[in-house]
Antibody, heavy 117, light 107 residues
Framework: QVQLVESGGGLVKPGGSLRLSCEASTFTFSDSYMTWIRQAPGKGLEWVSYMSSSGRSIYYADSVKGRFTISRDNAKKSLYLQMNSLRAEDTAVYYC??????????WGQGTLVTVAS | SYVLTQPPSVSVAPGQTARVTCGGD??????VHWYQQKPGQAPVLVVYDDTDRPSGIPERFSGSNSGNTATLTISRVEAGDEADYFCQVWDSNNDYVFGAGTKVTVL
């Protein structure tokens, strides 16, 4: 099972940018499809983005398309989420999770992003 | 996009059986996955592909899926099962679609 640790969350003003990182502790990272999922305070789970193991297939939720960019560095066993033009409604705990690919078998502990002035 | 409907809450006495439903248009034709989330913690996969359990998940957790309803069944409920439960499918648009979640309360 993959162990995942997110970092990079924090407080940012509307319109600002933030880059999240997710580090895996297993050698199978390069074979893993990876996703970002977010959860607004007191709300449910929302899929944000997905990247195949090779990086050739990338998908985004409509709510973040054009503002967020997912990427990965298999040599560093790391997944990233560049978030630009942040809005108040992007406030959430962001989780990275490995995908198989229809379901999410391992999740990180999450990192909180707060967008407020 | 595809919509999954879950009841907001389910209450159950210890030792009894809890059933959490997940409704969707012809959901029986899709694979349904279930996650447990306790307060302040990340979700944990408890059932995948309708009926399978990851290693380490008790046999008390089981799933079924037919027609327009998928069901997560928790047998012999324990206090530690109190949590939010989310169903999920993988949509044809490569989206991960989640239900709104059901809070299971152990009385």
């Amino acid at each position: 099972q993959v162990q995942l640790v997110e970092s990079g969350g924090g407080l940012v003003k509307p319109g600002g940018s933030l880059r999240l990182s997710c580090e895996a502790s297993t050698f199978t990272f390069s074979d893993s499809y990876m996703t970002w999922i977010r959860q607004a305070p007191g709300k449910g789970l929302e899929w944000v983005s997905y990247m195949s193991s090779s990086g050739r297939s990338i998908y985004y939720a409509d709510s973040v398309k054009g503002r967020f960019t997912i990427s990965r560095d298999n040599a560093k066993k790391s997944l990233y989420l560049q978030m630009n033009s942040l809005r108040a409604e992007d406030t959430a705990v962001y989780y990275c999770a490995s995908a198989l690919p229809r379901y999410l078998d391992s999740w990180g502990q999450g990192t909180l992003v707060t967008v407020a002035s | 996009s595809y919509v999954l409907t879950q009841p907001p809450s389910v209450s159950v006495a210890p030792g009894q059986t809890a059933r959490v439903t997940c409704g969707g248009d012809n959901i029986g034709g899709k694979s349904v996955h279930w996650y447990q989330q306790k307060p302040g913690q990340a979700p944990v996969l408890v059932v995948y592909d309708d009926t399978d359990r990851p290693s380490g998940i008790p046999e008390r957790f089981s799933g079924s899926n037919s027609g327009n309803t998928a069901t997560l069944t928790i047998s012999r409920v324990e206090a530690g099962d109190e949590a939010d439960y989310f169903c999920q499918v993988w949509d044809s648009n490569n989206d991960y679609v989640f239900g709104a979640g059901t809070k299971v309360t152990v009385l």
